[in-house]
């Protein structure tokens, strides 16, 4: 499908590239983003907050983690440093698989690895879990007997509640080694005016993906069973952060890593 073809539908990659200063998106996705930044007038902030997120986790997991394979789902246009980009360096070196449903997101991803060792891009859903694991071992890129990283960064609030998204989730838990983690960022509505949250929503109805934002009860449940690296599931701003001076305005996304033990534990 063409370039063309897909400008007509306002895309909510092309809307977190919009808000993150890229310059991959089209004017509907401009007129989304605008219509969620009058709702929600922090909205860029925290897509900037939640990049960084991503990668003071990845550097994390890359390092005191040790962890050397990554699955990075949804993972949206390359718009900053990639996973591959920021565990550069790392030895011996990362397997890092991009998975996303949308074509056009996987044509930027083979792009950006350029053939870079260790880096590849599938097209797959995530609310697939099976057939996305089963991708991204093929060609002996991720051994799921051995610890890995999955990466569910701004994500898991497009997947809607009749899809059971807590079970996708439990899925690929099920299916990491012990010693594998759990990344998550969501946006919630939490500390927002209802009727704000309500037009943040309207701005994604006709998008690819409608936005569903959920509360730190419902995400601290998609890490049952997990143990959570400290400080445990906070704003995405406090997860870590390289510079300690409070994030202005309110939470928009919680974030945090879980660790998948030996033993386990019942979710």
Do not use: C
Request: net charge positive; charged share 20%.
């Amino acid at each position: 499908m063409s370039l063309r073809a897909l400008s007509g539908t306002p895309n909510v990659a092309r809307i977190y590239d919009w808000l993150l200063g890229g310059k991959d998106n089209f004017a509907v996705d401009r007129d989304a983003g605008a219509s969620l930044l009058r709702a929600v007038p922090g909205a860029a902030v925290a897509a900037r907050h939640n990049r960084a997120f991503l990668n003071r986790a990845v550097s994390f997991l890359a390092g005191e983690a040790e962890i050397r394979q990554f699955i990075d789902i949804g993972a949206g246009l390359p718009t900053g440093n990639a996973v591959h980009q920021i565990v550069r360096g790392v030895v011996p070196p990362p397997v890092v698989v991009y998975a996303d449903n949308d074509p056009v997101v996987i044509r930027h991803a083979d792009v950006l690895i350029g053939g870079a060792p260790g880096a590849a891009a599938v097209q797959a859903d995530l609310r697939q879990p099976r057939t996305l694991l089963d991708l991204a071992a093929r060609r002996n890129l991720i051994d799921l007997a051995r610890p890995v990283a999955i990466l569910l960064v701004a994500v898991l609030h497009f997947v809607q509640d009749g899809e059971d998204p807590r079970a996708i989730v439990n899925y690929y838990k099920d299916h990491m080694a012990p010693g594998s983690f759990l990344v998550i960022s969501h946006v919630t509505a939490d500390h927002i005016p209802a009727t704000a949250a309500l037009q943040a929503r309207q701005a994604y109805v006709d998008a690819s993906a409608p936005a569903v934002p959920r509360s730190r009860a419902q995400v601290l449940e998609f890490f049952g069973g997990l143990d959570m690296a400290r400080p445990g599931l906070v704003a995405v701003s406090a997860w870590r952060p390289a510079d300690r001076q409070p994030a202005q305005g309110p939470t928009l996304f919680y974030a945090g890593i879980g660790r998948k033990t030996a033993a386990g534990r019942p979710r």
